[in-house]
């Protein structure tokens, strides 16, 4: 009797052990996949919709950038992860643009990727986007909150800087300088400037005669320059922290009959075509088009529950004398008015994603 005592309690045991083995297989067979990424929470599946919150179509960076998120949307296509893209265009206005994402998240859409029209405003919407499971990635102009999937940027804070350097080693650290800014209240904008002060800080032989804020258009940057000229007899340096903002300059320097001047920019076709064909002494560096395909992909491999950075630095890289003609050279597949990017694909984008 006690041995067929313990033969019953060994099988009740095995059928106990055996009925949680089934339970936990069937939990985890039930259950959303673990979410390895900020604001993921597993219960999403492809195909996605994506939508692109643009704060402004209008400049040709920003239409070459949308191009780089089509692109990017068309080839996800195909792979059976995205099936709808959702574009909106707040015209420069936060407001618009916080009311355009929350649409997007009345829609249910799986992804968000957004330029930000401003690094505070947001904060609330974008959270609210998260909290529901949202990925949410933000490039270029960045929020404050990190309540994202991820951020993705160059260092502003090092452009700002290396430009500034750049200058100073130009004039001997003595000299009168403009310092040209994209918009106040943009952060990559805003952060450029913050960059660049503190070498201006070290080098008091700098005299700023004054600043401006423009769009990063080279109509409105040459008409602020020409107002300059004509208002200060002796400038020796533009310190330009955009690309399009540089070429207005050189328009101006040039209609006015004025000598050009050390101009630092970015990698817009007209300031580097202006740069070798006017002999320039100038420094440029890239904000690549294709951050905005890679916040598509960084999106995508978040929902299908990759691990991805918080934030994803893409190094900065300097256009100088040495370097110009081999951007030049590529300068016909781009707009006359566009930048020259360089070339990405997916193994570029698996490797900043790896970091």
Same mark, same amino acid.
């Given at each position: 009797m006690k041995f067929q005592a313990l033969r019953i309690l060994s099988c009740r045991r095995t059928l106990l052990v055996g009925a949680a083995t089934v339970a936990l297989v069937l939990a985890a067979g039930a259950s959303p996949a673990a979410a390895a990424a900020n604001c993921i929470k597993g219960d999403r599946k492809a195909p996605y919709t994506v939508g692109w919150a643009n704060i402004y179509s209008v400049p040709t960076w920003?239409?070459?950038?949308?191009?780089?998120?089509?692109?990017?949307?068309?080839?996800?296509?195909?792979?059976?992860?995205?099936?709808?893209?959702?574009? $909106?265009?707040?015209?420069? /206005? +936060?407001?618009?643009?916080?009311?355009?994402?929350? #649409?997007?998240?009345? &829609? !249910?859409?799986?992804?968000?990727?957004?330029?930000?029209?401003?690094?505070?405003?947001?904060?609330?919407?974008?959270?609210d986007a998260c909290d529901k499971g949202i990925a949410v990635v933000n490039f270029d102009s960045l929020v404050d909150t990190d309540k994202v999937t991820a951020k993705i940027n160059t260092d502003s804070n090092e452009w700002g800087a290396t430009a500034a350097k750049w200058m100073v080693d130009q004039l001997g650290g003595k000299g009168k300088i403009i310092i040209m800014n994209g918009p106040a209240g943009i952060s990559v904008s805003d952060d450029r400037r913050k960059g660049a002060q503190p070498v201006l800080d070290a080098n008091p032989g700098?005299?700023?005669?004054?600043? $401006?804020?423009?769009?990063? /258009? +080279?109509?409105?940057?040459?008409?602020?320059?020409? #107002?300059?000229?004509? &208002? !200060?007899?002796?400038?020796?340096g533009v310190l330009s922290l955009g690309g399009a903002l540089s070429a207005g300059a050189v328009m101006a320097f040039d209609r006015q009959g004025r000598g050009q001047v050390p101009t630092t920019g970015e990698n817009a076709r007209q300031f580097l075509e202006l740069?070798?064909?006017?002999?320039?002494?100038?420094?440029?560096?890239?904000?690549?088009?294709?951050?905005?395909?890679?916040?598509?992909?960084?999106?995508?491999?978040?929902?299908?529950?990759?691990?991805?950075?918080?934030?994803?630095?893409?190094?900065?890289?300097?256009?100088?004398?040495?370097?110009?003609?081999?951007?030049?050279?590529?300068?016909?597949?781009?707009?006359?008015?566009?930048?020259?990017?360089?070339?990405?694909?997916?193994?570029?984008?698996?490797?900043?994603?790896?970091?």
């Open positions: 920003m239409k070459q950038t949308e191009g780089t998120i089509t692109a990017e949307v068309e080839e996800l296509k195909k792979s059976g992860l995205v099936k709808d893209l959702m574009i $909106t265009d707040a015209q420069g /206005n +936060a407001q618009t643009q916080i009311q355009q994402i929350q #649409s997007m998240i009345d &829609a !249910n859409v799986d992804a968000i990727i957004v330029i930000a029209g401003s690094s505070t405003a947001l904060d609330r919407v974008i959270s700098l005299e700023i005669i004054t600043e $401006t804020n423009t769009e990063y /258009n +080279a109509a409105p940057a040459q008409e602020a320059m020409t #107002s300059l000229l004509f &208002a !200060n007899a002796e400038i020796d740069w070798k064909e006017k002999g320039l002494k100038g420094w440029a560096t890239m904000q690549p088009n294709w951050l905005g395909a890679l916040a598509v992909y960084t999106a995508v491999q978040a929902l299908e529950g990759k691990d991805v950075p918080a934030f994803v630095k893409v190094p900065l890289p300097v256009i100088d004398d040495s370097t110009i003609d081999t951007y030049l050279a590529r300068a016909g597949q781009f707009p006359a008015d566009g930048y020259i990017y360089s070339d990405y694909d997916k193994a570029l984008f698996d490797k900043l994603l790896a970091q």
